[in-house]
């Protein structure tokens, strides 16, 4: 990695918070590592959705714009074709039946 600049930054409360908490947890080495790795991950996210962007104008470029109809097709079948993970839904509570006297 190339050298170090120093950043003075205004910050949530709650972030500097949860920061703190993560590095006495030992999950960072120290409050600065921890906004240097969001920072690392905010990067990379941006990368992909940049490439992800011109992945599908080249897409288009070469076989025309994507319609929404396609795009709920696609929606449909992926949804057809996903794993579930986190297991069934639970069963819904009978409602019991009351007499009248």
């Known amino acids: 990695m190339t050298g170090k600049a120093r950043l003075t930054v205004t910050v949530d409360r709650e972030l500097v918070e949860a920061g703190g908490a993560a ?3 030992g999950e960072a080495d120290s409050l600065s590592g921890w906004v240097n790795l969001a920072m690392a991950e905010r990067a990379a ?3 992909r959705l940049h490439a992800m962007a011109d992945a599908v104008a080249l897409y288009e470029e070469e076989f025309g714009q994507i319609s ?4 709920v097709a696609q929606k ?7 794993i579930i993970v986190r297991g069934s839904p639970k069963p819904r509570a009978r409602r019991s039946k009351r007499r009248r006297a």
């Open 23 to 25: 590095v006495a947890a």
């Open 45 to 47: 996210k941006e990368r």
């Open 68 to 71: 929404p109809a396609e795009l």
């Open 76 to 82: 449909r079948a992926d949804r057809r074709s996903a």
